[in-house]
Nanobody, 115 residues
């Protein structure tokens, strides 16, 4: 079993920054990738950024050069540093881990960017 707990969301003005963190626990030995999805009201969920065990980091075109995903050495925390935030970045952000035993989701954290 894997548990993912996000933190760091909130309200920020356009142009500001936020850092999201995802605390990972449980059996993550055979994970393939971990990353962040977001879903805005009325829109499809989209993959924002991810780190794979055998693949380079991925970023959606809409966040390239503004967002940075990282993982601590112990692998217990995955962070998403978000800069130059735009109102269109407003969404619920969820941490997701894909492994041989399934796909796991955190509860999500709200990010709201005001114009």
């Amino acid at each position: 079993q894997v548990q993912l707990v996000e933190s760091g969301g909130g309200l920020v003005q356009a142009g500001g920054s936020l850092r999201l963190s995802c605390a990972v626990s449980g059996n993550t030995f055979s994970f393939y990738s971990i990353g962040w999805y977001r879903q805005a009201p009325g829109k499809q969920r989209e993959l924002v950024a991810s780190i794979g065990t055998t693949s380079p980091k991925y970023y959606a075109d809409s966040v390239k050069s503004r967002f940075t995903i990282s993982r601590d050495n112990a692998g217990n925390t995955v962070s998403l540093q978000m800069t130059s935030l735009k109102p269109e970045d407003t969404a619920v952000y969820s941490c997701t881990l894909h492994s041989s035993s399934g796909t796991y989701w955190g509860q999500g954290t709200q990010v709201t960017v005001s114009s």
